[in-house]
């Protein structure tokens, strides 16, 4: 399950985004999730609920996004979204150029004040 070790980076990007802003607490983060990334969303949630709990990011929401796969056939160049192992809709050949879907980073993450986070 290799979700738990992206989980626990997740996690330590995020403690180090709020070291760097002088510290508080990490409120909420938003993933991009590629269709072709092979991380399966919900159980990476649960496994960066796990990572956090202790430390500054322990109740952070995180939202995932999933970016779908955007291929461009190789034989008519069409794009389109869809999978792999199927063919191209607009002439039926295989192989692809993979455009989007490959997706697996933070966008974004929102940190509470450090004096809010002391209360």
């Known amino acids: 399950m290799h979700e738990v070790a992206l989980a626990e980076r997740m996690v330590r990007i995020a403690l180090e985004a709020a070291?760097?802003?002088g510290g508080g607490r990490v409120?909420?983060?938003r993933l991009?999730?590629?269709a072709l990334s092979?991380?399966?969303p919900e159980t990476l949630r649960f496994a960066f609920?796990?990572?956090a709990r202790g430390t500054p990011a322990e109740g952070c929401a995180l939202d995932v996004v999933r970016v779908p796969a955007k291929l461009k056939c190789r034989t008519c160049s069409a794009?389109?979204?869809g999978e792999l192992l199927e063919p191209c809709p607009n002439c039926r050949s295989m192989g692809f150029e993979v455009l989007q879907g490959r997706e697996l980073r933070i966008e974004s993450i929102d940190l509470e004040e450090p004096s809010a986070a002391r209360g």
């Open 19 to 21: 070291a760097g802003n």
């Open 38 to 40: 092979g991380a399966e």
């Open 79 to 81: 794009e389109h979204e």
């Open 49 to 51: 609920e796990i990572a």
């Open 32 to 34: 991009l999730l590629g």
């Open 27 to 29: 409120t909420s983060a």
